[in-house]
């Protein structure tokens, strides 16, 4: 019988999450797309969520996690900053860890 510990993890400051992974999945698709609408459609949620889970990090962040650029001639746009690049690297290297230890420790009640 193959056991497994199930968990999510996000951070938290002040009682309000700044990053999860579908905080993390929507920096993610944002970086590839270069725009929120592209990157919220490439994660089939509503341009509204997307626009409240970004506002929501950027105000919980200590510093800017995007870069907005006004539309013009081939529309604006979304980047996000290097602070933002690396809260995508350390919440992904926090995690995997995570999952790690969890399975080292799973490891321990398949011998009972």
Not at 49 to 57: I, N, R, T, Y
Request: aromatic letters at 8%; one cysteine or more.
């Amino acid at each position: 019988m193959g056991y497994k510990i199930k968990s999510r993890i996000w951070i938290e400051s002040d009682n309000h999450v700044i990053l999860g992974e579908g905080r993390v999945h929507l920096l993610k698709a944002i970086h590839e797309t270069g725009s929120l609408s592209k990157g919220a459609k490439s994660l089939n949620i509503s341009y509204k969520k997307a626009w409240g889970l970004l506002d929501s990090v950027n105000k919980s962040a200590k510093k800017p996690v995007t870069i907005n650029s006004v539309g013009g001639k081939g529309g604006g746009g979304v980047q996000l900053t290097d602070y933002g690049k690396s809260l995508i690297k350390t919440f992904d290297e926090i995690n995997k860890n995570c999952w790690k230890f969890l399975d080292d420790q799973v490891a321990k009640f398949e011998t009972l």
